[in-house]
């Protein structure tokens, strides 16, 4: 006989073992309404660890990216752990590297979507239950930060580049008037060259058009008060601040910055010469660039106190 899990048994045992509610629910279903074993098997499933260790910062890990084999779709993503000692570690980079191939296979464009999908690697968990499975083995808290993910309908490819281990991640994509110009040695060179570049620079933006108004009038409400600038009459310091910020603008634009590999070119230039060379169009579309752990808070451990800890564990 199915015993019937109740609203009140899944609140019993959330307030018992801090499980989310669906882990309390899938518990007690397996269980058959025992209390006692189904917090068991939230412990045999890391479950319950998980979730006491899900209030600790999680700034370490790696950014991960993943490319189909036709090139026509790729995948940025930043998953994150507490210490670098896991974040080096077979276990975790495992966890990364299946994680990168949901991402690159699911439809999914949130976070929240992705977690809640039907795990690849093993179908009987979700997503998130996959991650928190590990965090029971690895002993850390764990957490999927971002993705991105490109596909391209039309000719083009999607390239990526991963740079200090996992730290710096980039995913371009560049459309061409047909296929077989991708299958070219020199436009394969020129995809590296466009992510190696990106890596570096810190673009944040294609074109010039890209530009929000938005951020255009904060450069120019900063500019503007200055202190270099007070005593000037009006219309000379309009003047001299859209210069400024001309320039400054410049420098966060991608096909207006100088050529990491040779600055006497800028990636426009670029661009122009390797069309010109393979008798082709060459648009850059997009392009993102992570960096790992960017604006989070790092834990405080020094790196003999990381290896204790995983000793004792």
């Known amino acids: 006989m199915t015993v019937q899990i109740s609203a009140s048994m899944v609140k019993e045992l959330r307030e018992k073992t801090g499980a989310g509610m669906m882990d309390a629910k899938n518990a007690l279903v397996e269980a058959e309404g025992d209390m006692e074993r189904a917090a068991e098997i939230l412990r045999q ?15 370490e890990g790696l950014v991960q990216s993943l490319i189909s084999p036709d090139g026509k779709k790729g995948v940025l993503i930043e998953v994150n752990c507490e210490t670098d000692f896991v974040a080096r570690g077979d276990a975790f980079q495992t966890l990364t590297n299946q994680l990168a191939e949901q991402a690159l296979q699911s439809s999914a464009q949130t976070v929240d979507k992705l977690l809640a999908e039907k795990a ?3 179908p009987s968990l979700t997503v998130d239950e996959l991650v928190k499975e590990q965090i029971g ?32 991640g980039v995913l371009v994509e560049v459309q061409t008037a047909n296929d077989p110009v991708t299958q070219k040695e020199g436009f394969k060179q020129l995809l590296k060259d466009l992510a190696m570049h990106v890596a570096s620079s810190s ?13 255009i009038e ?25 210069g400024r910020i001309d320039k400054l603008l410049g420098q966060r634009i991608l096909m207006e910055q100088p050529f990491v590999k040779d600055p006497s070119k800028t ?3 670029l661009i122009e010469e390797k069309a010109s060379e393979l008798g082709s169009t060459i ?4 392009f993102v660039r992570y960096l790992l752990g960017e604006g989070l808070e790092k834990r405080e451990d020094n790196f003999a106190e990381e290896v204790m800890a995983q000793v004792k564990n």
Request: proline fraction near 5%; charge should be positive.
């Open 203 to 215: 673009p944040e933006f294609v074109t010039r058009a890209e530009i929000p108004a938005s951020v």
């Open 120 to 122: 690849i690697q093993k």
């Open 45 to 59: 499933k890391g479950i319950l660890s998980a979730e006491k260790k899900s209030g600790r910062a999680t700034a």
């Open 218 to 242: 904060e450069e120019k409400r900063i500019e503007m008060g200055k202190e270099d600038l007070q005593k000037k009459p009006p219309e000379i310091r309009e003047k001299i601040v859209m």
């Open 137 to 168: 083995v690895i002993k850390e808290n764990l957490s999927v930060r971002r993705f991105n993910r490109y596909e391209l309908k039309t000719p083009g490819a999607v390239h990526s580049y991963i740079h200090t281990g996992g730290k710096i």
């Open 267 to 269: 990636i426009t230039t």
């Open 283 to 286: 648009d850059i579309k997009q």
